[in-house]
């Protein structure tokens, strides 16, 4: 037996439905959320900060873009003012942008669209050169470069001219007038006069010059022949004397050479006398042992008995007498 199919009641699930309708809304916002503030670079992006000190920041405040070439690599994070006077940029830069940034990279104010559009921040990179910056490190502020800068640095070189002007117009009012020192002066030929004596003196000098040029080029050349001539028979001469070191070293080997030979020669008079001393010291030593036994001899009993007394001998001399 079939069972009846039983009725939804769609007003009891109502309510389930409104909470899944609106769970899955709030999930896609979130991640909706999420996507745009990793493409914004607010979360995933790994940033490290730098400082700077600029004497002016007029338009610029925290938010201001920070770019290299045009590539927004980074923002102005907080601006305070120093007790000099100058403000204090803090600056967030993205980490992938690091090795860009060196100690010899300059950052300014530039507007990068038109005059009117909002300023920005450059960073005037030097790649490969210097030491990269790490984390809390300054880097070196640099002027603006737009058209308040512009304007500001013409105004400031106008004033410099206007001084100029007033110093000329100043001097030439004291040339015109005559009751000054320097109007006097000018005023006066004899100033004229002596500057034409030093100008005929000058003339005077230059002729000479030209005179004493020509002297010289026409005795210059043999003198500068018989110089060559001079330097090549120098030159000979040191070629025939290069010779001369290696024959004294010649003669030194030859003498040496004889000296060794005379110390040779030297050495074997030296054993000879030698020898001779020993054979000489032998003999006497033989004569000394002769003379021992001659007297051991004489002192014998047998012998000494035999021996006549000296009284007993009669002498040749007295028989002949």
Do not use: C
């Not at 000058?202 to 002729?207: N, V």
């Not at 028979?233 to 000296?259: A, C, I, Y």
């Amino acid at each position: 037996m079939l069972k009846p199919v039983r009725k939804i009641n769609w007003m009891d699930l109502s309510g389930l439905l409104v909470g899944v309708f609106i769970t899955f809304s709030v999930m896609v916002f979130l991640f909706v959320l999420y996507a745009r503030m990793i493409t914004a670079g607010v979360i995933g992006i790994e940033e490290y900060r730098l400082y700077s000190h600029f004497e002016k920041a007029q338009g610029l405040h925290p938010g201001t873009d920070v770019q290299i070439s045009g590539v927004s690599v980074g923002h102005v994070s907080d601006m305070k003012i120093e007790g000099s006077g100058r403000v204090r940029m803090e600056f967030t830069i993205r980490k992938e942008f690091q090795p860009w940034i060196t100690d010899r990279a300059t950052i300014y104010a530039i507007r990068d669209q038109n005059v009117i559009s909002e300023r920005v921040v450059n960073v005037d990179v030097r790649k490969g050169e210097g030491r990269v910056l790490d984390d809390g490190e300054t880097i070196t502020a640099g002027k603006s470069q737009d058209i308040e800068t512009v304007i500001e640095t013409l105004n400031d070189v106008l004033e410099h001219v206007t001084v100029l002007i007033n110093a000329a117009d100043t001097l030439v009012a004291l040339t015109m007038d005559t009751n000054t020192t320097i109007g006097a002066l000018l005023g006066s030929r004899a100033i004229y006069e002596k500057l034409n004596t030093q100008l005929d003196r000058l003339d005077y000098f230059s002729y000479e010059g030209i005179q004493l040029l020509d002297v010289m080029s026409g005795t210059l050349p043999g003198i500068l022949y018989r110089a060559d001539t001079l330097t090549t028979k120098l030159s000979s001469m040191t070629n025939e004397l290069e010779d001369t070191p290696r024959k004294l070293d010649h003669v030194f080997v030859s003498l040496d050479g004889v000296f060794g030979h005379m110390n040779g020669t030297m050495d074997s008079l030296s054993r000879m006398v030698g020898n001779m001393g020993g054979i000489a010291a032998r003999g006497e030593e033989t004569l000394q042992n002769a003379n021992d036994l001659m007297e051991g001899i004489s002192n014998m009993w047998i012998v000494r008995r035999s021996m006549p007394n000296r009284d007993s001998v009669p002498f040749v001399a007295e028989d002949a007498w």
